[in-house]
């Protein structure tokens, strides 16, 4: 049966795109075959997968819902990339990161940047909470992390 693909997420579980659907890892069965769920709320069409995650063995059900369009799962994977970079290279400006991972898409709107954009300030408020404000902030913060050290 046909194809799918692995989708990068920061969750414990698994997401695929398969036929344009997005599905969720939901148990494993003794067999070893693996339940994905469609991720739409209220839909509960799922797929079977194989133990090595290579092959769709089963359909079940039907999708409550249209399935997404070639442009919005691009989009979708563009937001996942750009989100993954913001953490993996931190201190690479929003604007580089942007540029680089469109630079062979063609079809990337001012407002889907400004989104992006968006994205990747979040992403990095996630794993930095603390992230300084300002230049004077930043030495601040230095300055008295290195108090807490002397002090240890
Ligand atoms: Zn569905």
Redesign the pocket.
């Known amino acids: 049966m046909s194809q799918f693909k692995f989708v990068n997420s920061n969750r414990e579980k698994a997401v695929i795109i398969f036929q344009n ?1 997005f ?1 969720t890892e939901r148990k494993t069965l003794k067999s070893c075959e693996i339940i994905f769920m ?3 709320k209220n ?3 799922s797929i079977k997968i194989d133990e090595h995650r290579r092959t769709v063995l089963e359909i079940r ?5 249209i ?1 997404l369009t070639d442009s919005e799962i691009e989009n979708h994977e563009i937001k996942n990339t750009i989100k993954r970079k913001a953490t993996e290279e931190i201190s690479m400006r929003p604007n580089k990161i942007i540029r680089k991972v469109i630079s062979d898409t063609d079809h990337v709107t001012v407002n889907d940047i400004s989104n992006y954009r968006q994205n990747i300030y979040g992403k990095r408020r996630e794993v930095l909470p603390v992230l300084p404000k300002s230049y004077d902030e930043a030495i601040s913060q230095l300055m008295s992390s290195q108090e807490t050290l002397v002090k240890l």
């Open positions: 659907y599905y469609c991720q739409k839909c509960y069409a059900g039907e999708h409550t819902h399935k």
